[in-house]
Antibody, heavy 122, light 109 residues
């Protein structure tokens, strides 16, 4: 089955860190660029980060630049998001999402995981 | 940076009727526009890509049109399962900074 599954969410204090994972199955993970998108409670979708299929291109939203780090391990069919210096406003469901077409990136997001909840609170 | 604006914020339509949702880009994005459906408590799902191409498994009741700066999603023969928030997203500019619209909530009357 073609799917993405995120893990690693939880409750963390402001200033703390968390590491999220996204494991892919059912397709050639190494052919596709991948993305993180988040959604704060009751709010809309916010793109967070993208990593191209060979990790050549990595991008971040301004709101997380310098605090979050994205990486991938194609041998493990996995993508990661390291969240540091967390703020209350980082509280959200974090989704991983795959590009529609195999390639360097910049495409519609055709496959989404169920998401993992990150709560930043004291 | 392209800013995406959706209208209306909320749309209430009777079962069996049609719903028309709009999305405007602050600058041209060619046909690099996607629509997503997010049902309550679920992850988003790709409906339309390339402004007018239905994604795999999407019913023909859903159709998209437009190019440049003005786009439309039409949902015909509205069903209860169509209750959701619909988002447009441009992918003409990469990275996808602020690429999503704010969403339109579709309700059944």
């Amino acid at each position: 089955e073609v799917q993405l599954v995120e893990s690693g969410g939880g409750l963390v204090k402001p200033g703390g860190s968390l590491s999220l994972s996204c494991v892919a199955s059912g397709f050639n993970f190494g052919d596709f660029s991948m993305n993180w998108v988040r959604q704060a409670p009751g709010k809309g979708l916010e793109w967070v980060s993208s990593v191209s299929f060979t990790s050549t291109y990595i991008y971040y939203a301004d709101s997380v630049k310098g605090r979050f780090t994205v990486s991938r391990d194609n041998a493990k069919n996995s993508m990661y998001l390291q969240l540091n210096s967390l703020r209350v406003e980082d509280t959200a469901i974090y989704y991983c999402a795959r590009d529609l077409i195999a390639g360097p990136g910049g495409d519609a997001l055709s496959l989404w995981g169920p998401g993992t909840m990150v709560t930043v609170s004291s | 940076e392209v800013v995406m604006t959706q209208s209306p914020d909320t749309l209430s339509v009777s079962p069996g009727e049609s719903a028309t949702l709009s999305c405007r880009a602050s600058q041209g994005v060619d046909k690099n526009l996607a629509w997503y459906q997010q049902r309550p408590g679920q992850a988003p799902r790709l409906l339309i890509y390339g402004a007018s191409n239905r994604a795999t498994g999407i019913p023909a009741r859903f159709s998209g049109s437009g190019s440049g700066t003005e786009f439309t999603l039409t949902v015909n023969s509205l069903q209860s399962e169509d209750v959701a928030v619909y988002y447009c997203q441009q992918y003409n500019d990469w990275p996808l900074m602020d690429s999503f619209g704010q969403g339109t909530k579709l309700e059944i009357k």
